[in-house]
């Protein structure tokens, strides 16, 4: 290809790598060497300083090694032409004595401006980990980090064999972990209360079912645990926990309140949201004589946000889900970068490669996700029907991270419900001091009583003392929180004797006991 370019300009160089280089942007180019596209302007003596790179795009997105770029200035120099196939033949030499398994990338010539480069274009290969053959897996393993081409950590090669196997790390079965009757009933029962509540089919959920969904293995008369049976059962894993936090201003600096849940992953996740909530700001809009109560950031957008954070972790990574609240802010953070290639563009436009099948796979069938690849899709969708700016998707090497912005004023909400026609909502200061109370009487509550009270038990206690004749239904409608975990902790706080049920069912009331000695 001859593109007809002006040598006087330089930014016409620029534009025309855009064209050799694929999936690049002209500002990508700009910027210069970036995760996808490394420049030199001779094929370096040392043929490791050149199949690094290569190896690295296999491991990872894939990307374009352009020979005949000056590193340093993006401009183009060229290849001597005399010598252009010999060095072809040399990198195509080079990569197959080299690199463990094979990798095959496409060499071709381009013609720029009367120059002649040479384009080495790697797609992100399936037989992972590649590696650099003179120096093992262990140590020639490399990734690529931020435009560079590093070596990859053990965790990190761990991942890419699992990719090269095309096995899920949840999969995996749980060696030594006992399974035992009373978890595996209790599953069974909140994956079928699940589904009733999301509205999806009831079926008879057993132990069989389990291993069709490749929870669970049967051995003759046994049964083995798959890692994510253990993850929905349990806190066997150290690092399966979701750290929460409200921060003080727009910085992580002063801490205002955290907290760390532990238990089944569905349970964190429903303790993370009810935290959330309890943390942002409450509104009210007088609907004729019924007062309805919201929230300021949507609850559909909080949940999927901690869904997709569990769902798509890096489970090899001994970081934990974050889930943090600053003043103009929702973040929720998931260890691990993008899986298996994937790329930002290609996640914004709702595709997705499954990092853990058992877990989406177990979420799908419990109605906590609707089809996957679509998480993303539906935040902004609740975002934009808050009147929210678009969530921010921030993605690193080995994180990826949501950010769902608060409203700023009272006013924007008030424009919103303007728009419905509806009376504008209780903002402001008074839901600001709402927010506060939650708080306080949160504060109280524990104060109150002897015994430690989750997040979820205190909030019922909260509601309890607004309206003691409340239904579980109700107080699960007005925390965004499923029934089931509501009736759970209902059973709890009754066994603790903090709570006593006065009358039937429908005309009763709810008595709260303060048990602390004076």
């Known amino acids: 290809m001859i593109l007809s370019l002006h040598e006087s300009v330089p930014e016409y160089n620029i534009f025309a790598i855009k064209f050799l280089v694929r999936q690049q942007t002209i500002e990508e180019i700009v910027r210069g060497e970036s995760k996808n596209v490394e420049f030199k302007a001779k094929l370096p003596k040392d043929s490791a300083k050149y199949i690094k790179p290569i190896i690295a795009f296999a491991n990872t997105q894939g990307g374009s090694l352009v020979i005949g770029v000056d590193e340093a200035t993006r401009k183009v120099t060229g290849v001597d032409d005399d010598s252009a196939f010999q060095i072809m033949d040399s990198i195509a030499n080079a990569v197959a004595d080299s690199c463990v398994p094979q990798i095959v990338p496409n060499i071709e010539l381009q013609t720029i401006d009367g120059h002649t480069v040479i384009l080495v274009t790697v797609a992100p290969e399936p037989n992972r980990p590649y590696y650099l053959k003179s120096k093992g897996k262990e140590h020639g393993t490399y990734i690529r980090l931020a435009g560079t081409s590093r070596p990859a950590s053990s965790e990190k090669i761990k991942e890419l064999e699992l990719e090269g196997s095309h096995i899920s790390w949840d999969e995996l079965t749980c060696i030594g972990y006992e399974v035992t009757d009373t978890e595996l009933e209790k599953l069974c029962r909140d994956i079928m209360q699940y589904r009733k509540e999301s509205g999806l089919p009831v079926r008879n959920v057993t132990s069989a079912q389990l291993i069709n969904w490749?929870?669970?293995?049967?051995?003759?008369?046994?049964?083995?645990?798959?890692?994510?049976?253990?993850?929905?059962?349990?806190?066997?894993?150290?690092?399966?926990?979701?750290?929460?936090?409200?921060?003080?201003?727009?910085?992580?600096?002063?801490?205002?309140?955290?907290?760390?849940?532990?238990?089944?992953?569905?349970?964190?996740?429903?303790?993370?949201?009810?935290?959330?909530?309890?943390?942002?700001?409450?509104?009210?809009?007088?609907?004729?004589?019924?007062?309805?109560?919201?929230?300021?950031?949507?609850?559909?957008?909080?949940?999927?946000?901690?869904?997709?954070?569990?769902?798509h972790r890096n489970l090899t990574d001994a970081s934990c889900v974050q889930v943090a609240v600053y003043d103009d802010r929702l973040e929720v953070t998931s260890p691990?970068?993008?899986?298996?290639?994937?790329?930002?563009?290609?996640?914004?436009?709702?595709?997705?490669?499954?990092?853990?099948?058992?877990?989406?796979?177990?979420?799908?069938?419990?109605?906590?996700?609707?089809?996957?690849?679509?998480?993303?899709?539906?935040?902004?969708?609740?975002?934009k029907s808050y009147g929210l700016p678009s969530p921010e998707i921030l993605v690193y090497d080995d994180m990826f991270r949501v950010n769902l912005y608060r409203n700023k004023t009272a006013e924007r909400l008030y424009d919103y419900y303007t728009l419905l026609e509806e009376t504008p909502p209780v903002t402001g200061e008074a839901s600001e001091i709402h927010r506060r109370s939650i708080g306080d009487t949160s504060e109280k509550h524990r104060r109150q009583f002897r015994t430690d009270l989750n997040d979820t038990q205190i909030k019922i206690l909260e509601l309890l003392s607004a309206d003691a004749s409340l239904s579980a239904a109700k107080m699960a409608g007005q925390l965004g929180i499923a029934g089931r975990n509501v009736e759970a902790n209902i059973k709890k706080l009754k066994e603790k004797g903090i709570l006593i049920r006065h009358g039937s069912p429908k005309s009763g009331y709810w008595e709260i006991v303060n048990d602390k000695k004076s």
């Open 214 to 311: 490749k929870l669970l293995r049967c051995t003759g008369a046994s049964l083995l645990a798959s890692n994510a049976y253990v993850l929905l059962v349990s806190d066997y894993f150290p690092y399966s926990k979701t750290q929460c936090a409200v921060f003080k201003g727009k910085e992580r600096t002063v801490f205002l309140d955290k907290r760390e849940f532990t238990g089944s992953v569905y349970e964190q996740i429903e303790e993370a949201t009810t935290f959330v909530l309890r943390n942002i700001r409450l509104g009210a809009v007088i609907e004729g004589l019924v007062r309805k109560e919201f929230y300021e950031l949507p609850v559909e957008a909080i949940r999927e946000m901690i869904v997709n954070a569990h769902c």
């Open 336 to 383: 691990g970068g993008l899986y298996n290639g994937l790329t930002y563009e290609e996640i914004m436009s709702g595709h997705s490669k499954l990092r853990n099948r058992a877990i989406a796979n177990i979420f799908n069938q419990m109605g906590l996700i609707e089809a996957w690849g679509t998480g993303i899709r539906r935040i902004k969708e609740a975002a």
